[in-house]
């Protein structure tokens, strides 16, 4: 177990990575490659990935076989173009090669090759550069539009529940395996037993599509880091429900939540009462559009990856789209 200790300057300094990570979800996509684990995006992904996977990527495999540990330098933060961030990754400077490749050689073994990669050979590095882009190209650059959108809404919900809820809702619904006992934030998954105090560093949370379960990290220069799991809720579509689902006040509803919002705030927007927004929103939830969860004695509906891209690219007979500006709409 790992346990979090916060300060009071520590609570006033949780952020949430604005986007998702690239490089992180490149790292992740290949541990979890090599276990049972079961990804964010399924096992259909992972047994597609593996399909198509070629040699060439045998190095990053080698550094990322287990949970316990992997280089910080394989994921920088912050990187939106992945092929910066691959480059950023081959060009790591030697000193943090050698030190973060000889705490890997302490807990599992790696291959004659990486002794290249600690002391900067550019053979090495081009190996590595080129296993990257392999990865990337299979495992992420497909599947890159629904990852970012998963990361997206999970940030907007983890908004609206701070919003509604403080920081005690926002750390005490993160995880299943995140236990929030003020001010200790417990991690039950994790092998590890120490308790590390913030010390008024701040925590930066990292929505992650493909990490299995959360993860801590110590970066220099940077918050405490928490990697924790995309909770994807919703169910396939039932292809009936989804038939019954365009009447004009669904179809506000869809549009009305690419902002996370509750029963009652939709009732308001959509002038209904929340009786009639209840069984709407049952409706676009049966069909897999809609996600609900309760945060404190209130109901929070927001977006599925699949609803967004209706919102995105539904047409109507004018023409129009769910995304377009929605009409003017007067209380009855």
């Not at 604005?18 to 096992?43: K, W």
């Not at 047994?47 to 992997?70: K, M, N, S």
């Not at 291959?111 to 550069?129: D, F, Q, V, Y």
């Not at 913030?198 to 299995?212: D, Q």
Request: aromatic share 6%; hydrophobic share 45%.
């Amino acid at each position: 177990m790992v346990a979090l200790r916060f300060t009071s300057e520590d609570l006033r300094r949780i952020t949430i990575a604005p986007r998702a990570e690239a490089m992180v979800e490149l790292a992740f996509s290949a541990m979890v490659l090599q276990t049972a684990e079961t990804p964010g995006l399924g096992h259909d992904w992972k047994h597609t990935v593996a399909a198509r996977l070629r040699t060439e990527t045998t190095p990053i495999f080698d550094l990322v076989r287990q949970f316990r540990y992997f280089p910080d330098f394989l994921s920088p933060l912050g990187v939106a173009d992945p092929a910066a961030g691959i480059d950023t990754v081959a060009d790591t400077p030697v000193t943090d090669l050698e030190t973060q490749l000889t705490m890997l050689r302490e807990v599992q073994r790696i291959p004659t090759w990486t002794s290249g990669l600690a002391a900067g050979r550019l053979g090495a590095r081009k190996e590595l550069r080129t296993a990257l882009r392999q990865l990337y190209r299979v495992a992420l650059e497909p599947y890159w539009e629904t990852i970012s959108t998963r990361v997206h809404t999970d940030r907007m919900v983890r908004g609206q529940v701070m919003l509604n809820g403080g920081v005690d809702a926002l750390l005490a619904t993160l995880h299943p395996t995140l236990h929030w006992r003020p001010p200790i934030l417990e991690c039950v998954a994790s092998v590890c037993t120490p308790t590390v105090d913030l010390k008024g560093r701040g925590l930066l949370l990292i929505p992650s599509v493909l990490a299995p379960r959360p993860a801590f990290a110590e970066l220099p220069g940077k918050p405490i880091c928490l990697f924790y799991p995309v909770r994807v809720t919703e169910r396939p579509t039932d292809g009936a429900a989804l038939a019954a689902l365009l009447g004009a006040t669904r179809a506000a509803v869809l549009q009305e939540l690419a902002n996370p919002s509750t029963t009652t705030q939709l009732a308001d927007k959509v002038f209904v009462s929340p009786s009639a927004i209840s069984q709407h929103t049952a409706v676009l939830r049966r069909a897999g559009l809609i996600t609900t969860r309760r945060v404190g004695p209130a109901v929070m509906h927001g977006l599925t990856p699949l609803g967004s891209q209706l919102v995105q690219a539904t047409p109507f007979e004018d023409g129009s789209s769910l995304a377009a500006p929605a009409p003017a709409r007067a209380r009855p």
